[in-house]
């Protein structure tokens, strides 16, 4: 019975993941209709008329959520595999624990207990009170998703480079103190992909980021960010970057820097009280898609409103007035589509 409360509740995170596509959402719905008993299948029908609402999500978003989608499903392909929210469970089934959930817990420690779950898959310890993680966790070498948001970690140890297949970490509202030293660590972790260092007081990105060889996705929103190192263009991989709800970001100082990604598609800038965009942002010849809602911009330049392969501008939030609005969406769609 607790394996299938677990299956529900994995459906019905996977319909939340896929449900900014109403056929994409249609074909997991079929899916879990199958994993799942009849009084499940009911139970799920009322949660998906309650809370779910079909909606747009960005392109890379898109393509992780689909990544995660796909491993998360080889989670759940055999019956044993089950998600535990509670430790003292999963210490009962130490060899079992693939999915391990002890967010809000209040702990202030991690947990020795985890160590010991040498088939781990996927940790989330957010929003506890953690201070430091210990030597061993590198021994978890089948971790590929870690959440350690809204802790108080300032620093990660050498080992955690022993986590060879990490592709997802969340540091997010944390304490970073060491970035240069941590970075030097994550650079030797292969298959990482995402990276969330949002709201972590950051002022200052050390030299060693450029290191972050293949890292697609990159959230640094709520920070105090002014300018880029230049080696942040040494991030060949990178395809999405947050850098919003930044007041002090200058983003004419920075644009030399991001135009030498050779794969930025997706650039977030949102609330960063922006009242220009320069010209020189169509020097960003992959951008496609492009998010400048909650600034206070008065409009666009001509060369950013004809960048051939941006597909969306988000200037929702701005003092742009409708006539100048609706002539952009008359000039532009359904080419280039205009979010306001």
């Known amino acids: 019975m607790k394996f299938k409360n677990s299956m529900l509740a994995y459906c019905k995170q996977i319909l939340r993941i896929v449900s900014f596509n109403r056929a994409l959402f249609k074909k997991e719905y079929k899916k879990s209709v199958k994993w799942l008993s009849p009084t499940e299948v009911a139970e799920l029908k009322l949660w998906i008329r309650k809370t779910i609402v079909l909606q747009k999500i960005t392109f890379m978003k898109l393509v992780i959520n689909i990544f995660f989608l796909i491993v998360s499903s080889s989670l759940f392909a055999q019956n044993s595999v089950r998600n ?54 590198g021994d978890l070498k089948n971790l590929f998703y870690l959440d350690l948001s809204g802790n108080h970690i300032s620093s990660l140890p050498k080992e955690f480079s022993g986590l060879e297949n990490l592709r997802n970490l969340y540091l997010d509202y944390n304490n970073a103190q060491k970035l240069d030293e941590d970075f030097e660590i994550l650079s030797k972790l292969p298959l990482l992909h995402v990276l969330d260092l949002s709201g ?112 969306l501008i988000d200037v929702s939030d701005n003092k742009m007035p409708h006539l100048l609005l609706d002539m952009y969406r008359d000039t532009l769609e359904p080419t280039v589509r205009i979010k306001f």
């Open 84 to 137: 535990f929210d509670n430790l003292e469970d999963a210490v009962k089934n130490s060899d079992n624990v693939e999915w391990l959930t002890l967010r809000d817990k209040q702990l202030t420690d991690f947990p020795p207990e985890i160590l010991e779950f040498r088939n781990l898959k996927y940790l989330d310890l957010s929003h506890n009170n953690i201070t430091s993680l210990p030597v061993a966790v």
């Open 200 to 311: 972590d007081s950051i002022t200052t990105l050390p030299p060693s980021i450029g290191k972050l060889k293949s890292l697609e996705y990159l959230e640094l929103s709520g920070n105090e960010i002014t300018m880029l190192p230049p080696e942040f263009s040494l991030m060949k991989n990178l395809q999405v970057l947050y850098i919003d709800n930044d007041r002090l970001f200058n983003l004419s100082k920075n644009l030399p820097t991001l135009s030498r990604l050779p794969k930025l598609k997706e650039l977030h800038l949102e609330g960063n009280q922006f009242k220009q965009i320069p010209s020189e942002l169509n020097s960003l010849l992959k951008l496609e898609y492009l998010y400048l809602n909650n600034n206070q911009l008065e409009g666009l330049p001509n060369s950013v409103l004809q960048m051939k392969q941006i597909k």
